[in-house]
């Protein structure tokens, strides 16, 4: 069950890197013999084992690798809090107990949870004792200062870092004051809360409320330092909507959808809209909504045997039934009679006539004997199989899918393989536009994501003739919808399972593989990928079949993740991808993964990406914002590990670094604030389709985070039309020094800096401008002699300062350069 955590090099990933820079577009004994027949029909041993949704809390990133590692799904809606982390997990009585005593805190049952946002420290009298330093040798950084308002309420966001963060003995304390507007004094110094994951010191930060919006910040560090810093806003306040346009048409989704239901959908989309839509469908079919034919008969101990059909249930499995028969007399072999669907095991008696076969030379006879009829039978678990088996009367096997959950939609669901169709909307579907794949519905139990998928289609189609902004979009975008890429395990959370999150393929060996286990089998299409996968030892991803993230034998070993790396190597126009999921309140990009071991994380954006998935974030969100005014806090926006925890093997890293494509992942839904109790609430997986219109609600998160897609189909036709080369200035700028000066670049719009400092021409080669720190900004150099700086910015569209070409032998040279000369 326990994941082994593997060390290894990073020498693939650097040439990866390398890629995205070219194309810069970026889990006994038995009792005694007995002349009774165990079980009739059906045994009660197969129910399969009864979760609930838990709220829990765990002391930090190391405690929830731990725990993500030995099999546990805490997937979502998990959330920083100053102790800690908080989160919900599903999980069986059995396992309730197994957290505890890993030291995890169980804190209720899953109605959400809140954090108050005073929490972490309160108000302290407080006053700064050092004088600001040099920015060169500064101590401490504001990282973030953002303000933002949501339902009458105003909120401060900090993130600020020191340079003695990692030290322990004592641990640093940082202290964070605020004004109240321009030309106010500081006041209320609040201590900031400490964030470390896997050992590492990452920041300090804290969310509070303020009634009114404060101008500038001090963060005072008690090694001394201090630094002041202007608040930013976070979001636009009464975003613009998409489209001023009054006939605008909204609202079409009237409640969840099941697969077939938006397939079916999806299909006349494309009949209905010809000219701007058609299907795409994905060559390979699903490992199916179907199940073998199973049975655990004889109890759970070293005398039961479990049986598998040969056959699908739906293709005669189900029609099988297996009989354990106690013949009369004595030296009798064991043998097995089958007639029809009907297996009979004629059970071995010794000499003095008792009962003489044990479970595991039922299970091998079975096999060999059944004629075809059972391919697959083992003691249970991890049984030898020693026990005496006893009679039984005939049990039926079963695939138990014909049994549906309370509540689940009409109809049946269709068994076997599943094709997948992406439906393909855009005027011109032919490489011309830049392509955007929205991907939903990975995760089985999230009905949200499909359903904000599917709005944002229709608003495309019916807006497309009446609606300026919407024919924009159609006319300079190709976009391919995923409405739900696993069918299987989405029926099976419709109809059978509510709680599953995998797809439905059962790689389990036989200690996991009795029908009792049939809510656990599975892989995380979301660690199934390539890069930064666990199969090289990064975190968050599991090995154990039974585990919630688990993994897959091996990386894209499913059809649902090859058809992704199909579909985009097929459409290279594929530039912006969003993975949508729920639920969390949350938005991501690379980097998604690390080893925990020195938390190495897959590389870093350049500083032009970086700033443009922020900027692309900023206008996504603000789009959210508009409909309800729910906020997605800047605490979980950014790259994934660095804000929250590490997914192995996740779509968006495989993506990114492989074919340069802007991978977003974003958790619709959670994390509303309500101003009834002054908390912040989080969301749920399959929320009430109405529900509270204000806070969880199906329909309303789904409204509003359809914006949010839209609004990215508008960030990718203006991409694809952006040919405004960026420009950049180093500053302060050439000149003479008489002392050693600080300097750093500066670009018009989200660029990346080469440049070179031994005179050299720069090219795609030459070191590329950082961040002084992941979430700041770039860094600052202190030039202490004469130094030439020359250099060139590529925009996150790939256009180039000037023009300047760096690849071939520009004899225009006509780069950028800036002499600071030092002492004269
Ligand atoms: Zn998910």
Same mark, same amino acid.
């Given at each position: 069950?326990?994941?082994?955590?593997?060390r290894?090099?990073?020498l693939?990933?650097?040439?990866?890197?390398?890629?995205v820079?070219?194309?810069?577009?970026?889990?006994?004994?038995?009792?005694?013999?007995?002349?009774?027949?165990?079980?009739?029909?059906?045994?009660?041993l197969?129910d399969a084992?009864?979760?609930?949704?838990?709220?829990?809390?765990?002391?930090?990133?190391?405690?929830?690798?731990?725990?993500?590692?030995?099999?546990?799904?805490?997937?979502?809606?998990?959330?920083?809090?100053?102790?800690?982390?908080?989160g919900?997990?599903?999980?069986?009585?059995?396992?309730?107990?197994?957290?505890?005593?890993?030291?995890?805190?169980?804190?209720?049952?899953?109605?959400?949870?809140?954090?108050?946002?005073e929490?972490d420290?309160?108000?302290?009298?407080?006053?700064?004792?050092?004088?600001?330093?040099?920015?060169?040798?500064?101590?401490?950084?504001?990282v973030?200062?953002?303000?933002?308002?949501?339902?009458?309420?105003?909120?401060?966001?900090?993130e600020?870092?020191?340079?003695?963060?990692?030290?322990t003995?004592?641990?640093?304390?940082?202290?964070l004051?605020?004004?109240?507007?321009? *030309?106010?004094?500081?006041g209320?110094?609040?201590?900031?809360?400490?964030? &470390?994951?896997?050992?590492?010191?990452?920041?300090?930060?804290?969310?509070?409320?303020?009634?009114?919006?404060p101008?500038?910040?001090?963060?005072?560090?008690?090694?001394?330092?201090?630094?002041?810093?202007?608040?930013?806003?976070?979001?636009?306040?009464?975003?613009?909507?998409?489209?001023?346009?009054?006939g605008? /048409?909204?609202?079409?989704?009237?409640?969840?959808?099941?697969?077939?239901?938006?397939?079916?959908r999806?299909?006349?989309?494309?009949?209905?809209?010809?000219d701007?839509?058609?299907?795409?469908y994905?060559p390979? /079919?699903?490992?199916?909504?179907?199940?073998?034919?199973q049975?655990?008969?004889?109890g =759970?101990g070293?005398?039961?045997?479990?049986?598998s059909?040969?056959?699908?249930?739906?293709?005669?499995?189900?029609?099988?039934?297996?009989e354990?028969?106690?013949?009369p007399?004595?030296?009798?072999?064991?043998?097995?009679e089958?007639?029809?669907?009907?297996?009979?095991v004629?059970?071995?008696?010794?000499?003095?006539?008792?009962?003489?076969?044990?479970?595991?030379?039922?299970?091998?006879?079975?096999?060999?004997?059944?004629?075809?009829?059972?391919?697959?039978?083992?003691?249970?678990?991890?049984?030898?199989?020693?026990?005496?088996?006893?009679?039984?009367?005939?049990?039926?096997?079963?695939?138990?899918l014909?049994?549906?959950?309370?509540?689940?939609p009409?109809?049946d669901?269709?068994?076997?393989?599943?094709?997948?169709?992406?439906?393909?909307?855009g005027?011109?579907?032919?490489?011309?536009?830049?392509?955007?794949?929205?991907?939903?519905?990975?995760?089985?139990?999230?009905?949200?994501?499909?359903? =904000?998928?599917?709005?944002s289609?229709?608003?495309l189609?019916?807006?497309?003739?009446?609606?300026?902004?919407?024919?924009?979009?159609?006319?300079?975008?190709?976009?391919?919808?995923i409405?739900s890429?696993?069918?299987?395990?989405a029926?099976?959370?419709?109809?059978?399972?509510?709680?599953?999150?995998?797809?439905?393929?059962?790689?389990?060996?036989?200690?996991?593989?009795?029908?009792?286990?049939?809510?656990?089998?599975?892989?995380d299409?979301?660690r199934?990928?390539?890069?930064?996968?666990?199969?090289?030892?990064?975190?968050?991803?599991?090995?154990?079949?039974?585990?919630? =993230?688990?993994?897959?034998?091996?990386?894209?070993?499913?059809?649902e993740?090859?058809?992704?790396?199909?579909? &985009?190597? /097929?459409?290279?126009?594929?530039?912006?991808?969003?993975?949508?999921h729920?639920?969390?309140?949350?938005?991501?990009?690379?980097p998604?993964?690390?080893?925990?071991?020195?938390?190495?994380?897959?590389?870093?954006?350049?500083?032009?990406?970086?700033?443009?998935?922020?900027?692309?974030?900023?206008?996504?969100?603000?789009?959210?914002?508009?409909?309800?005014e729910?906020v &997605?806090?800047?605490?979980?926006?950014?790259?994934?590990?660095d804000v929250?925890?590490?997914?192995?093997?996740?779509?968006?890293?495989?993506?990114?670094?492989?074919?340069?494509?802007y991978?977003?992942?974003?958790?619709?839904? *959670?994390?509303?604030?309500?101003?009834?109790?002054?908390?912040?609430q989080?969301?749920?997986?399959?929320?009430?389709?109405?529900?509270?219109?204000?806070?969880?609600?199906?329909?309303?998160?789904?409204?509003?985070?359809?914006?949010?897609?839209?609004?990215?189909?508008?960030?990718?036709?203006?991409?694809? =039309?952006?040919?405004?080369?960026?420009?950049?200035?180093?500053?302060?700028?050439?000149?003479?020094?008489?002392?050693?000066?600080?300097?750093?670049?500066?670009?018009?719009?989200?660029?990346?800096?080469?440049?070179?400092?031994?005179?050299?021409r720069?090219?795609?080669?030459?070191?590329?401008?950082?961040?002084?720190?992941?979430?700041?900004?770039?860094?600052?150099?202190?030039?202490?002699?004469?130094?030439?700086?020359?250099?060139?910015?590529v925009?996150?569209a790939?256009?180039?300062?000037?023009?300047?070409?760096?690849?071939?032998?520009d004899?225009?040279?006509?780069?950028?350069?800036?002499?600071?000369?030092?002492?004269?």
């Open positions: 069950m326990r994941r082994t955590q593997m290894i090099a990073l693939a990933l650097p040439a990866l890197v390398g890629s820079l070219i194309t810069t577009a970026p889990a006994g004994a038995e009792p005694a013999d007995s002349a009774a027949t165990v079980g009739s029909g059906r045994s009660h197969e084992e009864q979760v609930r949704l838990v709220r829990i809390q765990l002391t930090g990133a190391d405690m929830l690798d731990k725990v993500t590692a030995a099999g546990f799904d805490l997937e979502h809606g998990l959330k920083r809090v100053p102790d800690g982390i908080e919900e997990a599903v999980v069986t009585a059995e396992q309730i107990a197994e957290l505890k005593a890993m030291g995890v805190e169980i804190l209720g049952d899953g109605e959400g949870f809140t954090w108050s946002d929490a420290g309160g108000i302290q009298t407080f006053r700064a004792q050092a004088a600001q330093t040099l920015s060169h040798e500064q101590t401490v950084r504001v973030r200062a953002d303000w933002f308002t949501t339902k009458g309420q105003g909120f401060l966001y900090v600020a870092r020191t340079t003695a963060g990692q030290q003995n004592p641990i640093v304390t940082m202290q004051e605020n004004d109240s507007g321009p *030309g106010t004094s500081f209320s110094a609040r201590t900031m809360s400490r964030f &470390v994951d896997s050992g590492q010191y990452m920041f300090h930060r804290n969310l509070f409320k303020l009634d009114a919006r101008n500038q910040i001090r963060v005072t560090s008690s090694t001394g330092g201090v630094t002041t810093g202007y608040v930013s806003n976070w979001l636009e306040d009464g975003a613009p909507p998409l489209t001023a346009n009054p605008y /048409k909204s609202d079409f989704v009237d409640g969840y959808r099941t697969p077939q239901q938006l397939y079916s999806a299909e006349e989309i494309a009949r209905q809209y010809p701007i839509a058609e299907i795409v994905l390979n /079919k699903t490992n199916g909504y179907q199940r073998k034919a049975a655990t008969i004889g =759970t070293q005398s039961a045997v479990v049986v059909s040969a056959a699908w249930g739906h293709e005669g499995g189900n029609d099988i039934t297996v354990f028969v106690n013949r007399g004595a030296n009798l072999p064991l043998d097995v089958v007639n029809g669907k009907a297996v009979r004629l059970l071995a008696k010794n000499a003095s006539g008792a009962l003489a076969s044990t479970a595991a030379q039922v299970a091998t006879a079975l096999k060999a004997q059944s004629g075809g009829l059972i391919d697959r039978a083992h003691p249970y678990r991890t049984n030898a199989g020693t026990g005496i088996v006893q009679a039984s009367s005939p049990v039926a096997l079963t695939d138990f014909g049994e549906k959950r309370a509540g689940a009409e109809g669901v269709p068994r076997g393989p599943a094709t997948i169709p992406v439906l393909r909307i005027k011109h579907r032919d490489g011309r536009n830049p392509g955007v794949l929205i991907q939903a519905q990975d995760h089985a139990r999230e009905w949200v994501p499909a359903t =904000t998928s599917l709005e289609a229709e608003r189609v019916h807006n497309y003739k009446s609606d300026w902004e919407t024919k924009k979009i159609v006319n300079n975008t190709d976009i391919f919808f409405l890429n696993n069918p299987d395990g029926n099976y959370s419709f109809y059978n399972f509510a709680s599953q999150r995998r797809n439905m393929t059962n790689h389990c060996p036989d200690a996991d593989a009795d029908p009792a286990r049939r809510n656990s089998w599975g892989v299409l979301n199934n990928y390539r890069v930064g996968s666990g199969h090289d030892g990064y975190s968050g991803g599991s090995t154990s079949c039974v585990s919630d =993230t688990y993994q897959g034998p091996e990386k894209l070993s499913e059809p993740s090859k058809n992704i790396i199909w579909l &985009v190597e /097929k459409y290279r126009n594929i530039k912006f991808m969003m993975s949508v729920s639920n969390g309140g949350q938005l991501f990009w690379q998604g993964a690390y080893i925990a071991n020195g938390r190495i994380t897959t590389p870093r954006p350049p500083l032009g990406d970086e700033a443009f998935y922020w900027q692309s974030a900023s206008r996504i969100l603000s789009q959210v914002k508009a409909h309800r729910t &997605v806090t800047p605490e979980n926006v950014g790259g994934s590990s929250l925890y590490s997914s192995a093997g996740n779509v968006r890293e495989d993506l990114y670094f492989n074919y340069g494509i991978a977003f992942g974003w958790e619709v839904g *959670g994390s509303i604030y309500n101003p009834a109790t002054g908390n912040w989080g969301g749920s997986f399959q929320p009430t389709w109405v529900g509270n219109p204000e806070l969880v609600s199906g329909h309303a998160e789904t409204m509003e985070y359809a914006n949010g897609i839209m609004e990215m189909f508008r960030v990718a036709a203006d991409w694809g =039309t952006d040919n405004k080369k960026p420009t950049s200035q180093l500053v302060p700028g050439r000149g003479n020094y008489s002392e050693p000066v600080d300097v750093h670049f500066e670009t018009s719009e989200p660029a990346t800096i080469y440049y070179t400092t031994d005179g050299s720069p090219t795609l080669e030459s070191p590329r401008y950082t961040a002084t720190e992941f979430r700041e900004p770039g860094q600052v150099f202190h030039v202490t002699e004469t130094t030439t700086f020359n250099w060139f910015s925009d996150s790939g256009n180039i300062e000037q023009n300047y070409d760096p690849k071939n032998n004899t225009r040279n006509n780069y950028r350069t800036a002499t600071i000369t030092v002492g004269k």
